[in-house]
């Protein structure tokens, strides 16, 4: 099976720190993803990448920066967190080669910016 | 824009009811469509996609949905659901190609069934 697991579950964080959540995938997958959920929003991509290095940005990128130096882990920044940050983080990943290109996803991180 | 869309937020019905959640997409050429769930304080997970082929998809839990390509829709369907069909149910919508591998979520319809 595959597995995404991210590094924390609850994460409680102040306004103005930088704040690290880290995604990391078992099945040698291509893509990796990062959304925040938000009630009656529902997943809005923040960032994604194709490769180890390359990053795309999605439709939210604003306040938030990425990382992929390998291709199992995909990290997401928050560089100076801010209380409209507050949200549910979901990291996923998925792989060019499977027919369909679903994607796997973690069991997320919900972030409280106080 | 390439865009998903839900028309239904919050759906209540009793055990053996029907449902269909409805979806509709923007995207033009080949496209890749999805619907999870998500059951309460677990993680998403995939009911049902459809790439190519049979436009009637048949996916977990009696699950199913029908891609009908001159209504851009692909509806969720189930003809009796149960106490636990109750999550909230995302459509997704991407294209596979090289240089395009996002995905777009709907806003999510949250189903609650009535024992």
């Known amino acids: 099976d595959v597995k995404v697991t991210q590094s924390s579950r609850y994460l409680v964080k102040r306004t103005g720190e930088k704040v690290f959540l880290e995604c990391v995938q078992d099945?040698?997958?291509?893509?990796m993803f990062w959304y925040r959920q938000d009630p009656g929003l529902g997943l809005r991509l923040i960032y994604f990448s194709y490769d180890v290095k390359m990053k795309e940005k999605g439709d939210i990128p604003e306040g938030y920066s990425v990382s992929r130096e390998k291709k199992e882990r995909f990290s997401l920044i928050l560089e100076s967190a801010s209380t409209n940050q507050t949200s549910m983080y979901l990291c996923?990943?998925?792989?060019?080669?499977?027919?369909?290109?679903?994607?796997?996803f973690g069991p997320g991180t919900r972030l409280t910016v106080l | 824009a390439q865009s998903v869309s839900q028309h239904n937020h919050h759906v209540i019905l009793s055990e053996a009811a029907s449902l269909e959640l409805g979806c509709n997409y923007s995207?033009?050429?080949?496209?890749?469509l999805f619907w999870y769930v998500q059951y309460p304080g677990q993680h998403l997970q995939l009911l049902l996609k459809y790439f190519s082929g049979d436009p009637l998809v048949k996916g977990i839990k009696g699950f199913e949905a029908e891609f009908i390509k001159s209504k851009f829709s692909f509806n969720l369907r189930k003809p009796s659901v149960q106490w636990s069909d109750t999550a909230e149910y995302f459509c997704a919508g991407g294209q596979l190609e090289e240089d395009n591998n996002d995905m777009r979520f709907g806003a999510g319809t949250r189903l609650t069934v009535k024992p």
């Open positions: 099945m040698d997958h291509e893509n």
């Open positions: 995207y033009g050429g080949t496209v890749n």
């Open positions: 996923a990943s998925s792989s060019l080669v499977l027919a369909g290109n679903e994607q796997f």
